[in-house]
């Protein structure tokens, strides 16, 4: 059991880990944040010590340097940070105290075949699935597929650093699916097809939980999705807490199942036509939303880095207010899509829809008043990009740099 005097290790926090750090500074806690080269701006929180360090043995040395100082308590906010734990779980000190090195279930659920089937071992919804490792492969399940269909990578996280957000790709029909495929498959990532369950933005719903080695859920929340990105098939970038009895209930079926002990996300759909909710994956780390708990008065990041040292906890707090979560650089591309969707005079009522449905909303990601250096790191890495693509731009097309700033001297 860890100490209570431990410090809390966040490994590349992102938007739901930035929440943790920032609930925990408040509460007094030592927090030591650690992200890679595409998360440096939650490295800027206030009352954290950050540092920006690549995955591989420079982490490993940089954790036995923490380790040192005594028992710290490390969480992860990326899929890619909790693979990368498990593989490395051996060569942690034992200091170093985290989920992933307690058992094999995070590595069970966050592949999509093996989540699947922990699932339906559990007896719960699943859509219809099918592992795709060759593009033949389409074309052998394809009679029995119920079109259409969507395809997506076993490991979102390997995907996501190659292939970028768009990870969840509709297909009407075999040959569809076998052009996507292959393009997938040719850069390494085998795939599931899995059945498309009708229903849009509003009908995706995430069980939130942290579950201790004892079987207890000393958190468990429930997030509705408003708004995602991409949109129909992404991440959350507008959504509100909720009771979602049935999703809960779907989530902690599946993860007693595995005999997960940590925090995870569970996502579930509700089916348009019917009502019935699919399970759709595990995310086995802090959730993108996690925030919503915390400021909706559920004192989870307390609650959960309690867990993780091996403390009792009595039950939840009640709900003292609902409130809403928006994930600012994802929102931003998905009103984007919206507005550009919308035809003529309607641009006018979406965009006064979009602003009512910011209405209740108390975390807003990066954009923190009390907390600005993250924010302000975002922007300044946004406007370095777009000058550098800019300046990039206009050097490779026209007259050559000499000749141009000749032009405009005369």
Known sequence: MAAASSGVVLLDPFNGGLATARALRRR??????????????????????GHVIGN???????????ARRGTQCLLTGTDAASAWLVEERANLPPEIVCFERQDD??????????????????????PWTATILTPEDVAAVAAGAPWPCILKPLLSHEWRQVLGDERVMLVNDAAEAQRVAERAIAAGFPLVLCEYVPGGDGNVEEAIVVRAADGSYPV??????????PVGFGVASLCEIAELEESMALARA???????????????????ETGDRYFLEVNVRIPTQWGLADCSGLDASARLVATLRGETLGPQPPLRRRGRLVYPEQDARAVLVAL???????????ALRIARSYAGTRDFGVLDLRDPGPGIACVTRVVRRTIAMRL??????????AERRAQRTH
Request: proline fraction near 2%; charged fraction near 30%.
């Open 220 to 229: 468990q929340f429930g997030c509705r999705k408003i708004r995602q990105y």
């Open 105 to 126: 279930a995070h590595a069970k659920l966050m592949s999509k075949d093996s989540g699947d089937a922990v699932a339906r071992a559990a007896g719960v919804r699943v």
């Open 254 to 272: 599946v993860l007693d199942q595995a005999g997960f002990v940590g925090v995870a996300g569970v996502e579930t759909k509700r089916h348009a």
């Open 28 to 49: 007094g806690e030592r927090v030591v944040v650690v992200a890679g080269p595409g998360n440096v701006h939650t490295t800027r929180s206030r009352g954290v010590e």
């Open 340 to 350: 550009r969707a919308a035809r003529g005079r309607e641009r006018g009522a979406v």
């Open 56 to 66: 591989g043995e420079a982490r490993l040395e940089f954790l036995a340097t923490l």
């Open 392 to 401: 990039f731009g206009r050097r490779r097309s026209g007259a050559p740099v």
